[in-house]
Nanobody, 118 residues
């Protein structure tokens, strides 16, 4: 189970911090992260971080967003700064348990709305 919190409404240039707490089956080798989906668009990667703390960002958020995790709490965070109206979307938490290097189980949170006003 993935429980997200921290979404909301913010003005352009502002900041928000998302949190996602995982429970249940969490493998030692995993990746946690955030994806987002705006109306009429496909779900896209925002940031991921491995269980060994290696982050990954697309260019669209690099330098503005920072992902971190607390393995003791099975929680992942997303600090979003310098928000833009185009960041408006539903943000989904993701947990990927790796069974092998080529096989994984994927879990999703219920989503949290982030709205950035201009």
């Amino acid at each position: 189970q993935l429980v997200e919190s921290g979404g909301g409404l913010v003005q352009a240039g502002g900041s928000l911090r998302l949190s996602c707490a995982a429970s249940g089956s969490i493998f030692a080798v995993n990746s946690m992260g955030w994806y987002r989906q705006a109306p009429g668009k496909q779900r896209e990667l925002v940031a991921t971080i491995t269980s060994t703390f290696t982050p990954n960002y697309p260019d669209s958020v690099k330098g503005r967003f920072t992902i971190s995790r607390d393995n003791a709490r099975n929680t992942v965070y997303l600090q979003m700064n310098s928000l833009k109206p185009e960041d408006t979307a539903v943000y989904y938490c993701n947990l990927r348990n790796y069974l092998t290097s080529s096989s994984s189980q994927n879990y999703w949170g219920q989503g949290t709305q982030v709205t950035v006003s201009s």
